[in-house]
């Protein structure tokens, strides 16, 4: 059984690993949100909804280059406003995030009676964390952290709730436990939150969760302009074989998981080396070669997804030792493991790659073929795949879905 909740928390902990300055951002907002609310003690606020709100606020940095990001921190009006556009209209699109949308839209639009009271909320903790995290800090900042933090919010009175305010310094901002949280962000773990703030319980099994799952296979695929669709293709791949191979449902769900999440550790590596055109420096690919850990850090955070975790982290993996960043070999790469890594190959085939063009469907064969052939992917999953070579041909369509 998963908590929809907790996975909602630990992907979003991807998000913090996209630029320095987001280091741990969405969870000191997401704790600090929370914390506020407590304290305002209002019936309008709905936590749960500040949770999700708070947890993916920031979601629309995955379109920004560094540059923009970093404008947000150094409040550059065009890099505020940009993301929160950019944020609230992505999640318009998808039915489980409908309702935090217009939240998000709005966590920079400065106070007034219209803007709802959770963007507000999150808006004056988004900026009182920018602050704080200017620079790094020990325990014996605190008080001129504190210091600097009043006077930086007081310059800003005007665009926030003036009760947000009030609550914040009256109460939070003497709190010692608030402190600790803010200087060991560590320590805020899921269950904390659950059980401090009251936040639901909401049990689901792996197809509850799909939604979820689904939703951060898009927002990696967004993350660099080359790879639209590519979990979608990646996930297509993988049920085709499942299928051939006859695997249990649950087992199946596990598969089309680890395939929607295998990249998720990309988010971590900046954009502008994910689109470089020119070939990578050693210490760029050094950089690349990461993403597959980072995926299996990630992942490791949520209860009952240990062989997702397996299938995700291995998906460079090849049979004859060549692959990253483990570089096991034959038995000791699961099956699982093995669907994930040929879905990959054949769907990046299919696509433009910065260095060079998709690959025509004969190519993609002839290349999948010899890789089989030099025992470096599974020729056994390769010939059940050649059963049904109109996979090819449907992978080009541009949503990479396929209909068989
Ligand atoms: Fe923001
Ligand atoms: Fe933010
Ligand atoms: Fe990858």
Partial sequence: MIDINELLFSFSKSLDLIHKNFENHSLTVTYGSLRLSKALNRQDIDDNLLFKAAVLHDVGVVFLRSNNIVGIFEE??????????????????????????GIVRHHHTNFSENVDIHSQIIHFVDRVCVNIYKDRMTYGDIPFVKKRLKIFIENKKKLFNPAIYEVFFDTVYDDSEFWFYILFPNNISYDYLRKNFGLKLTVTDIYGAMPLIQFFGDVINNHSKFTRYHSERVRSIASVLCRELGLAREETMKVITASFLHDLGKLAVPVEILDKEQKLTEAEFDLMKLHPLVTGHIISEVKGFEDVKVYAENHHEYLD????????????????????????????????????????????????????????????????????????????????????
């Fill in 321 to 404: 030792g060549s692959g990253y960043p483990f570089g096991i070999k034959g038995e000791d790469i699961s099956l699982g493991s093995r669907i994930v890594t040929i879905a990959d190959i054949v769907a990046s085939f299919m696509e433009n790659r910065p260095y060079r063009k998709a690959f025509t469907v004969e190519e993609s064969v002839k290349l999948i073929s010899e890789m089989a052939a030099s025992r470096k992917i599974d020729s056994d999953l390769v010939s059940y795949l050649f059963k049904y070579k109109e996979v090819f041909h449907e992978l080009k369509n541009v949503d990479g879905r396929i209909k068989l």
């Fill in 76 to 101: 550059r009006a065009e890099d505020l406003a940009s993301h929160e556009k950019l944020g609230g209209e992505y999640l318009a699109n998808f039915d489980y995030f409908k309702d935090i949308a």
